[in-house]
């Protein structure tokens, strides 16, 4: 079955510090894979996606993502957090465009000043 | 004008009563999904559709059923409304890559 694992359900990291959101995927096939972030009161908004290639893809306000298919982990990454980066973040997956999108439980990033 | 629109933006409902969550989408996709998230685990899909005549139960679809009217409308329903069905729903559309996301409808069933 496809399943999307996020095994923290909160992250802790200081402003300045980079930080990292785990997750974890079981995908038949080639993943399409996806983050997510919703802000309060707020629908869920694109981030970055990895469909093929370049297993490091960069998105939106500096996140980046690294695909590991050894590892099924896609993990998001920033280089320095923001007091503003605080939010609930999704990971998402697919088996390829005609697939259902299956969404990991969220983890609530909390960035201190 | 947002790519994809939810109404209403917030319910309150009494148990049992029947009540109808609507969707449009405007970016032409085919894929229309709707999903509910509760605190501590995530969203969960209730149903998805592939085109007006593809419609597919998700994870959790006991208790609702939908209607793809057109390809840009995706509605759900929730017949008799019982209090655990309090939740936020998010309607989704998705092309060949990522999902467009609606505001959110919060629904409490009292």
């Known amino acids: 079955a496809q399943s999307v694992a996020q095994p923290e359900d909160q992250v802790n990291v200081a402003e300045g510090n980079p930080l990292t959101v785990k997750c974890t995927y079981s995908?038949?096939?080639?993943?399409?894979l996806f983050w997510y972030v919703q802000y309060p009161n707020r629908g869920l908004q694109f981030l970055l996606k990895y469909i093929t290639g370049d297993n490091l893809v960069k998105g939106s306000y500096g996140f980046e993502a690294e695909f590991n298919k050894s590892q099924t982990s896609f993990h998001l990454k920033k280089p320095s957090a923001l007091v503003s980066d605080s939010a609930l973040y999704f990971c998402?997956?697919?088996?390829?465009?005609?697939?259902?999108?299956?969404f990991g439980a969220g983890t609530r990033l909390a960035v201190h000043p | 004008d947002a790519d994809v629109t939810q109404t209403p933006r917030n319910r309150i409902t009494k148990t049992g009563k029947r009540i109808m969550l609507e969707c449009s989408q405007t970016k032409g996709h085919d894929r229309m999904y709707w999903y509910r998230q509760d605190p501590g685990l995530g969203l969960r899909l209730i149903y998805y559709s592939f085109d007006v005549k593809d419609i597919n139960k998700g994870e959790i679809s006991d208790g609702y059923s939908v209607s793809r009217q057109a390809q840009a409308k995706f509605s759900l329903s929730l017949e008799s409304a019982i209090p655990n069905q309090t939740a936020l729903y998010f309607c989704?559309?998705?092309?060949?890559?990522?999902?467009?996301f609606g505001q959110g409808t919060r629904l409490t069933v009292v």
């Open positions: 989704a559309t998705r092309g060949i890559t990522e999902a467009f």
């Open positions: 995908v038949s096939g080639n993943p399409y």
């Open positions: 998402a997956a697919t088996a390829g465009g005609y697939n259902k999108l299956i």
